[in-house]
């Protein structure tokens, strides 16, 4: 059973930097394409970063040159490194993970991030 686990979440002030985890369990991570989600109260979920199996990325432009998405298969887990976080970041942020050839999807259960003085 795939499990994806974030972590890192928590209060920062704006300006600050948090870095998020997702952690997968009972599959082998390098083979899926994976992305960062997020949501605000009351609004859609929207895609904020994605890195593919092979390394490629792509970002949300409102946190270009201020998010960074990494993987590390070693360690069976993807990141992103948020810095100059703004109020408008706040949101809960969920990882994604999809293996297209297979048409397997799953999600984690999302870690709270607030910006706020």
């Known amino acids: 059973q795939v499990q994806l686990v974030e972590s890192g979440g928590g209060l920062v002030e704006p300006g600050g930097s948090l870095r998020l985890s997702c952690a997968a369990s009972g599959t082998s991570f390098d083979i899926y394409d994976v992305a960062w989600y997020r949501q605000p109260p009351g609004k859609q979920r929207d895609l904020v970063a994605q890195?593919?199996?092979?390394?490629?990325?792509n970002y949300l432009d409102s946190v270009k040159g201020r998010f960074t998405i990494s993987r590390d298969n070693a360690k069976n887990t993807v990141y992103l490194q948020m810095n100059s976080l703004k109020p408008e970041d706040t949101a809960v942020y969920y990882c994604?993970?999809?293996?297209?050839?297979?048409?397997?999807?799953?999600w984690g259960q999302g870690t709270q991030v607030t910006v706020s003085s």
């Open positions: 994604n993970a999809k293996l297209v050839m297979l048409n397997r999807e799953y």
């Open positions: 890195i593919s199996r092979i390394g490629i990325t």
